[in-house]
């Protein structure tokens, strides 16, 4: 599943483990816990060293400064107060009012969300970014404001997902076929893998591990951001380089709770989180080169493979036309003005 000051960042192995050492339930420092006019909360499911994290810490400690100590905004890292799903119900009804969870997940929620994830969609960051702080993005905003929550800042980066196994190595989509594989609680990668004759297992974030350790699933699918931080390399033996989906992070806020903040206060919050997540996108992008590298220190085997393998699969299957039609003529299109025909 000590900190670096990241003024001009530079993530390395060293800066990462000594983060872990040091941040251990990542509290956050305030001059006085009864000074702060408003105590929130802002949980995510990833590890104290992930980005996301070192990120977000840097964003509430600027909140804590620009608002002269009115604004407390403790950080809950690695699924402190619950599971993913358990924690987008307490984002939902106000008990934790911010919380970054992956739009795959939130798909459960927001089916729209999902979108970004469609098999194989980008063929890398430019079309990323062009599609979610663009059109698509903003279309996937307004439909998540439809409930009783909202996206804060710009999407954080959760990088292209690859497939890990402890056994056989995935070289080709028929390598797949039989394949027991961990996937988050998200419909459209169990329709991926699925499509592609795996057998897909929905397990939440937390339990990943020892799921691995146990052998209930044969391999998972993440980003080597999370197959690092996650030390996903102690339970895996090779990692196929499929970028088979793009997944992002939304930072969800409860409007509730949020709208009793004072205007100036919302500018602020929204401000600094865009600010970080513009530099958690540089981040993940540069560790998704050299984590390379890490892993394989790691004990991990990487394998090249060839995505049109992939996708030609997927064409004979009508799964771009299935989920088209659960998506809906409207996002589908703005998708495709990025991606190209899907099909």
Request: include cysteine; aromatic fraction near 10%; charged fraction near 25%.
């Amino acid at each position: 599943m000590t900190e670096p000051k990241l003024t001009l960042p530079k993530f390395n192995r060293r800066q990462l483990l000594a983060a872990s050492a040091a941040l251990p339930l990542f509290s956050i420092l305030s001059h006085r816990a009864d000074a702060a006019e408003f105590e929130l909360k802002y949980a995510t499911g990833q590890d104290p060293t992930h980005p996301v994290n070192l990120r977000a810490k840097e964003a509430l400690d600027r909140i804590r400064e620009a608002t002269s100590g009115r604004v407390n905004i403790k950080l809950f890292p690695a699924n402190q107060l619950g599971s993913d799903t358990d924690l987008l119900s307490q984002v939902r009804n106000g008990s934790v009012e911010f919380f970054n969870l992956s739009s795959l997940i939130l798909s459960t929620f927001v089916p729209v969300s999902g979108i970004t994830s469609v098999g194989f969609a980008f063929k890398n960051y430019d079309d990323v970014w062009k599609a979610m702080d663009g059109d698509l993005g903003n279309h996937i905003r307004a439909e998540i404001a439809k409930t009783p929550i909202f996206t804060v800042s710009k999407i954080w980066d959760n990088g292209f997902r690859h497939v890990t196994s402890s056994g056989k190595e995935i070289k080709t989509a028929a390598d797949l076929k039989g394949f027991k594989v961990r996937v988050p609680a998200a419909p459209p990668l169990t329709s991926l893998f699925k499509s592609l004759d795996a057998a897909p297992s929905p397990i939440n974030f937390n339990e990943v591990y020892t799921a691995l350790q146990t052998k209930v699933v044969e391999g998972q699918e993440n980003p080597l951001a999370i197959i690092a931080t996650a030390r996903l390399y102690e339970v895996q033996k090779s990692c196929s380089l499929t970028g088979h989906v793009w997944d992002g992070y939304w930072v969800l806020g409860n409007k509730r709770a949020f709208d009793k903040l004072p205007q100036d206060v919302q500018q602020v919050i929204k401000r600094e989180l865009d600010k970080s997540a513009t530099d958690q996108r540089a981040d993940v992008a540069k560790l998704s080169t050299s984590l390379i590298t890490d892993l394989k220190s790691k004990g991990i085997n990487f394998v090249d493979v060839q995505q049109d393998d992939f996708r030609k699969k997927l064409a004979s299957t009508g799964f771009y036309g299935e989920w088209k039609s659960k998506y809906g003529a409207a996002p589908w299109e703005l998708l495709e003005k990025v991606s190209g025909k899907l099909g």
